[in-house]
């Protein structure tokens, strides 16, 4: 399957490394992989703060992109809701780019939602021995709906103990420019959710979005814990014993 690489730009800035370990994992998986070097944004912060003229000139050249391939490929639930919820609405009034918009949205996909729906593929051979937690981001398990593949993927991985939390579907606090908003809500949030991860003793927190893990893993290196936050793609090319 030709697959296009989208790398979100906050991977890109800060956690690159999750980008290199996402084409690891597609590739073993099994795809052929691209990577188009004038991708862009997904137009999702100006959407979300009221800019839509902006929005829609980030999204028609997001489309031109990647309207190319098989398949599109994310490690973010919150840019794949992005294309797929949102484009089309972008363009409700566009009706050929909302055509194209919609046909771009049925091809893209979270990375976890993508291995184990679309490619049928649960063990890449991971391991890693470690006490973990998982953590359901709103974008992934909400808007998405995807829960069980995360978990799915992780029961594979040898010597890796998986626990749930308590409240586990609990947000955050992030929601993008909602923590820059409300930063008390935000804080009081992200606390009560921190509290119950701790809870469980877990030795690294996993989750498959990156923003929830840089609020979280804030807090928590604020608060002094040792809980190392990990998001999905670089637990599935973990090799240590």
């Given amino acids: 399957m030709k697959v296009g690489l989208f790398i979100p730009c906050i991977v890109e800035q800060f956690h690159p490394q999750v980008g290199e370990a996402t084409a690891r994992v597609l590739v073993k998986a099994g795809c052929s992989l691209d990577y188009p070097p004038d991708q ?71 990375l976890t939602e993508f291995l184990v729906r679309v490619l049928g593929v649960e063990d890449l051979g991971a391991r890693w021995r470690t006490k973990a937690v998982y953590h359901d981001s709103c974008q992934v398990s909400r808007a998405l709906g995807i829960k069980e593949e995360p978990r799915r ?34 804080e009081a949030m992200v606390a009560e959710k921190a509290s119950h991860i701790l809870a469980t003793g877990a030795e690294t927190l996993i989750s498959a979005e990156i923003s929830c893990l840089m609020n979280i893993g804030g807090y928590l290196k604020r608060r002094g814990a040792s809980i190392v936050p990990v998001h999905i793609a670089e637990v599935l090319v973990q090799q240590g014993k």
């Avoid at 609405?89 to 996909?109: G, H, I, Y």
């Avoid at 040898?158 to 935000?186: A, K, N, R």
């Fill in 40 to 110: 862009t944004c997904c137009g999702q912060l100006q959407y979300k703060t009221g800019n839509w003229r902006s929005a829609r000139e980030v999204a028609r050249h997001f489309i031109r992109v990647f309207e190319g391939f098989e398949a599109v490929v994310a490690p973010s639930g919150s840019c794949v809701a992005m294309v797929r919820k949102y484009y089309p609405e972008l363009f409700r009034d566009d009706p050929r780019q909302r055509q194209r918009s919609q046909s771009l949205a049925q091809k893209t996909f979270e």
């Fill in 153 to 186: 993927l992780l029961y594979k991985v040898e010597g890796l103990e998986l626990v749930e939390m308590e409240q586990g579907d609990l947000c955050c606090g992030f929601g993008g420019s909602f923590s820059l908003q409300f930063p008390e809500i935000s």
